[in-house]
């Protein structure tokens, strides 16, 4: 099977990096020393090729009513236009289908980002519910393999990030210097043509998710390396994530994952007088807890699909497990018992031997600073 | 790629060097370190201890992954090296001279089987 590639593509490959198979892309995992990646996003600032996501436009009458359905979280959360809201998308037995960002535009344009390996999935899944539901929306998958117009996205991450991309493009500066977390602005008439400017991001640190035209992305990329922004591939990406304690799909929860025993209640709006797909499932309540661990023993790494015993004997599962760049220890996210608590001591199993772990919360970084030890 | 032409490699990418003591010192080679990418833990076996050819001997993880390491030829570990525990990316830093285990091997013409540079080459191609 030909792997799909970004239109950063040949950038990365002329940038040296080590290209993996990640979900059926070819991606960069890094450039050099993943470690040294995951610093400068703690300490400087980075950014990641990540054209992979799938932007999808919905835009209609019924745009709204259709999202307060579609997704666990609440759309009526987005009242000002720009603002934006993570997701996760359920199916009706309550799994997760997909997690997500939805921006507001306005009241006929929301935007949605999703992952790259469940795009065609999702994809799929929306248009069986704007049918269904005759919803009437138009929806529009902007990736830039499957538009004519499409969309590239960077990530520029850590606590220089935004002061780079100013730097970089003196025009976003004006637009974005006051725009809070979870905020986009659109920025017409950049060298880079128009820019979509969110302050989001998976790392943890501050920054910029930036959506830019297909065919402009290479220049701004180069520009903002120029500017001393350092590109940091999917090895990092997972670290940093991990790190900051947020989900990656596929890993941490997936179809069969209700979002309450994936650490996303949070995320999901039971109070409203409102039904959305997989609402009803919900009703179970939570069966498992989602934790972090850090390892105790030397031993080895935590690693997913190890098993975790709690002292009761009740056993849970590690889903995404590093060596942490910024606390030099073996972290996870593990999925464990209800009747572990914050602060216990539990037993990891790597190969033969059986280590100690403390059960924190999450996340075990955040803006630089680590915050579980 | 670094491939000493006075070593002897695995397909798994382990490298062989055969000591003046008849001894054969083992570690991983570039092209594994550089596969791995950052080494964060090295496990390493107990001095005593007998393998045969193929046995898992060590582990060495990265940020990414953890690899088992081979033990080349049977024999018994006479010698670990603990700096390399201890600083496990001196893998990444010198693959060549972050040896991992050192065997007495049980038939001094094993290592004439594991394959020479040329062709350990090879099989890092393509």
């Known amino acids: 099977m030909t792997l799909k590639a970004t239109p950063l593509n040949s950038a990365h490959r002329a940038a040296g990096a080590k290209m993996v198979d990640f979900g059926g892309w070819d991606m960069p995992v890094n450039y050099g020393s993943q470690i040294e990646e995951h610093n400068a996003v703690r300490g400087d600032a980075g950014m990641f090729d990540v054209s992979h996501m799938c932007v999808v436009d919905l835009q209609g009458a019924n745009a709204r009513p259709f999202l307060r359905s579609l997704l666990a979280n609440n759309v009526d959360k987005l009242q000002a236009p720009g603002k934006a809201l993570y997701s996760c998308m359920l199916n009706p037995q309550g799994g997760v289908i997909d997690d997500l960002i939805v921006y507001f535009i306005d009241e006929t344009w929301f935007r949605l980002v999703v992952n790259a390996g469940t795009a065609e999935k999702d994809i799929a899944w929306i248009r069986e519910r704007n049918e269904t539901t005759g919803s009437g929306l138009a929806i529009t998958p902007r990736r830039a393999d499957l538009s004519d117009d499409g969309i590239a996205l960077v990530a520029v991450q850590g606590p220089n990030a935004r002061a780079k991309v100013w730097d970089t493009v003196p025009a976003v500066r004006a637009a974005s210097e006051n725009l809070k977390p979870f905020n986009v602005a659109f920025v017409k008439d950049t060298p880079f043509g128009e820019l979509m400017v969110a302050r989001t991001g998976y790392t943890g640190e501050d920054g910029f998710e930036i959506g830019v035209a297909a065919n402009q992305v290479e220049a701004l990329w180069n520009a903002l390396a120029a500017n001393g922004v350092k590109p940091a591939g999917l090895g990092a990406r997972d670290t940093l994530r991990l790190e900051a304690g947020m989900n990656l799909y596929g890993q941490d929860m997936d179809d069969t994952v209700s979002p309450l025993d994936a650490g996303l209640a949070w995320t999901v709006d039971l109070v409203a007088e409102r039904d959305f797909t997989g609402k009803s499932a919900l009703q179970r309540g939570q069966q498992q807890q989602f934790v972090g661990l850090i390892l105790r023993e030397k031993g080895g790494i935590l690693r997913a699909h190890q098993k975790v015993v709690a002292a009761s004997g009740n056993a849970g599962e590690i889903t995404s497990g590093t060596f942490s760049p910024s606390m030099q220890q073996a972290i996870a996210l593990a999925r464990v018992p209800m009747d572990v608590a914050v602060g216990d001591t539990v037993h990891v199993e790597i190969r033969d031997k059986k280590l100690a772990a403390t059960v924190v919360k999450l996340p075990f970084v955040r803006n630089g600073k680590i915050l579980a030890a | ?126």
Request: glycine share 8%; no cysteine.
């Open chain 2, 1 to 126: 790629m670094n491939i000493p032409a006075d070593l002897k490699y695995t397909e798994s990418h382990e490298w062989v060097r055969q000591e003046a003591d008849g001894t054969l010192t083992v570690g991983i080679t570039e092209y594994a370190q550089d596969a791995l990418g950052d080494i964060v833990f090295v496990e390493l076996p107990t001095v005593g201890k007998t393998f045969t050819a193929g046995d898992d001997a060590a582990v060495v993880e990265s940020v990414k992954a953890a690899s088992d390491i081979y033990a080349p030829v049977s024999g018994t570990v006479t010698a670990v090296n603990q700096a390399t525990a201890d600083a496990p990316d001196s893998i990444n830093a010198n693959a060549y001279d972050a040896w991992l285990f050192k065997l007495q091997p049980a038939d001094a013409g094993a290592i004439d089987g594991l394959l020479d540079a040329a062709a350990y080459g090879k099989t890092t191609e393509g």
